[in-house]
């Protein structure tokens, strides 16, 4: 989410796909080869019940989470996530993991950031947290001088959207600028307290640790009532559960689309194999080839580049992600079809599922 992303604009097939390998073979890279084991992403694959995922046992998966996913839900957050509370302490162990996430909106005048946020209400084994995330309207990775100009700008948004949240919260958390970086700070240092991505000019988040697994409870559903009285999409996510468990928080609502993400590891031929068992709406991710842009550009800027393969609904795209453009902005586009050879266009991905 902090990349710059570029995908191609028409679907391939996979006999294409390893046409753009070979491509960038012959341009002197290393992409991997049909036999090589890969680490293949999955995402939004709708499940009618846990055991659906079985039909992946031909590979095998990590991190295996099950999304309860709400669309246009109206209801009380206080009431939803004390549910999934109650059903996590039966089952918590070492590994287990539940969190909900709800969509705010600041009331601070914004220009550079989306007024609309996220934040995840989560339980691990013996703690609670909640984590907040805002996103801007653009993504200027470290290293771009794109947004220099509006440095300030953006530095006094992103700290006056995080004191909205902390001051709803309740939380012991100072905020300050320091080194062209929004800087918070717990008041008690022993706090577990983390801050990701301050220096870019894209999503960032912060996520406070409490041992007392009712703390957020309330809180965050005060956060959760800034989005107002409209529709909002709600996620729940469950890691480390049994198939019981997961039977078990599926009762909280039987009207939720359940949908699975994992990583499998797998064959890079295979890939076409997996996107069939993930069918209709699911979605896999796989790299194809990492390198240094100057490899190919010398006269280029400094940036690292991995070009990768989506796949959904049976057909494949080529996709680009860099740590910041090497090129300038009005030759990029013509670079990239250059060196897969397909249109490509930017698309950055959603920054809250």
């Known amino acids: 989410m902090r990349e710059r992303r570029w995908e191609t604009v028409e679907a391939l097939t996979f006999e294409q796909v390893v046409g753009v390998g070979e ?3 012959g341009l002197g890279l290393k992409p991997v080869a049909p036999a090589q084991d890969v680490i293949c992403y999955v ?19 990590e ?47 914004l220009r550079l950031h989306d007024p609309q946020g996220m934040f995840w209400l989560g339980f691990r084994h013996l703690h609670s947290f909640v984590r907040v995330r805002l996103q801007t309207h653009e993504v200027i990775p470290p290293g771009e001088t794109r947004g220099d100009a509006e440095r300030e700008r953006w530095l006094d948004e992103r700290r006056a959207a995080f004191l909205e949240a902390i001051t709803t919260l ?43 697994p009712y703390e957020f409870l309330v809180p ?44 499998i590891h797998c064959p890079f031929d295979e890939l076409p194999e997996v996107l069939r068992a993930i069918e209709p709406d699911g979605r896999l991710y796989a790299t194809l080839c990492e390198f240094p842009t100057q490899t190919l550009v010398p006269t ?34 013509d670079w990239l079809q250059w060196l897969v050879g397909y249109s490509m266009v930017y698309a950055p991905l959603p920054a809250f599922v």
């Open 23 to 25: 491509r960038l073979a």
């Open 43 to 61: 995402e939004e694959w709708t499940v009618q019940a846990p055991d659906d995922l079985d039909q992946l046992d031909p590979w095998p998966t």
């Open 63 to 109: 991190d295996v989470t099950l999304v309860h996913v709400r669309e246009r839900w109206r209801g009380d957050f206080f009431l939803l996530a004390g549910s999934y509370h109650e059903v996590y302490r039966k089952h918590r162990d070492v590994g287990t993991y539940c969190s909900v996430s709800h969509p705010w909106r600041i009331r601070e005048p």
């Open 170 to 212: 309740e939380l012991p958390v100072e905020t300050a600028v320091d080194r062209d970086k929004v800087v918070l700070r717990p008041y008690e240092a022993s706090t577990p307290f983390f801050c990701s991505w301050p220096d870019a000019f894209g999503p960032c988040q912060f996520e406070y640790n409490s041992p007392d």
């Open 220 to 263: 965050a559903s005060k956060l959760a009532e800034t989005h107002g009285r409209g529709p909002a999409d709600v996620r729940a996510y469950l890691t480390g559960f049994s198939e019981a468990a997961l039977t078990e928080f599926q009762s909280i609502d039987d009207r939720v689309r359940s949908a699975y993400r994992c990583s």
């Open 300 to 333: 280029g800027g400094e940036a690292s580049a991995i070009i990768g393969i989506v796949g959904v609904q049976g057909r494949f795209r080529i996709e680009a992600r860099l740590n910041r453009a090497p090129l300038k902005e009005d030759v990029m586009a």
